[in-house]
């Protein structure tokens, strides 16, 4: 059966699924020796992944077939060892080659497929798949920094905001997860975030760092989205 979704996830009678927004509790210490987040976060049972630089090498441009895409190494294992600790795997990405009409969805089905079945070779499981076929200029809610991707994942898997974790390779996924109500956020130094990592290994700070309000300069993010956790990659 597929797992990618065009429209709002909804319950079985048809009525959206209710949210509780009260963020969680994470120490705002400025520190630059925190242990890794992802494993450790107590009371994460969501776990929202952004796909290209994430979950798979980022081309530089759109991944247009199976053959084209290549998973960034050890994720698979990773996922699989977050699913063996009971959390539920999500994916929302932005697919604008869909709405440019470069791609099919039966061409996107089966990319998406290809993820699975070696994830699931690991032992491990994405639960859901959201996808925002929508081109910037044309951009809905869901689109991200739009937070309507992420909502949808929190409802069908019926999982509040202080409970779920986002994890992404670029501001936008840190955005709209602020938007979503969700403060657990980790932007990783892959894909988009290469140069970031390299930045940040010049000026000699040791990855994973929290950066906490008031630090966003050093780091060059902005405001809205800290507090924040940078990481090196996804197994990190």
């Known amino acids: 059966a597929s797992l990618t979704t065009w429209t709002a996830y909804h319950s079985n009678n048809g009525e959206a699924f209710g949210l509780v927004s009260k963020p969680p509790m994470m120490n705002p210490k400025k520190t630059r020796s925190f242990s890794v987040p992802l494993k450790t ?9 952004d796909r290209d630089g994430v979950i798979n090498v980022d081309r530089g441009t759109w991944v247009l077939s199976a053959e084209e895409f290549e998973f960034v190494p050890d ?3 990773t996922i699989a060892q977050l699913h063996r600790q009971k959390k539920k795997i999500a994916v929302v990405t932005n697919q604008s080659c869909l709405g440019r009409g470069m791609i099919t969805e039966d061409t996107l089905e089966t990319i998406h497929a ?39 994942a929190m409802q069908l898997h019926q999982i509040a905001p202080e409970n779920t974790v986002m994890v992404g390779d670029t501001i936008n996924d840190m955005l709209a997860a602020t938007r979503a109500d969700i403060t ?24 994973p760092v ?20 940078i990481c090196e990659d996804l197994p990190s």
């Open 210 to 229: 929290l950066v906490a309000a008031g630090s966003e300069e050093e780091f060059e993010v902005p405001s809205e989205i800290c507090p924040v956790w």
């Open 184 to 207: 657990a956020k980790i932007l990783l130094c892959t894909g988009h975030g290469r140069g970031r990592g390299e930045k940040l290994k010049q000026k000699g700070i040791q990855l």
């Open 75 to 77: 994720v698979p294992r």
């Open 41 to 49: 976060l107590s009371g994460t049972r969501l776990v929202l992944l």
């Open 114 to 152: 290809k993820m699975q079945e070696a994830i699931e070779r690991e032992g491990g499981k994405i639960n859901s798949i959201h996808v925002a076929p929508d081109t910037p200029s044309e951009a809905s809610h869901r689109r991200k920094p739009g937070p309507g991707m992420l909502i949808e």
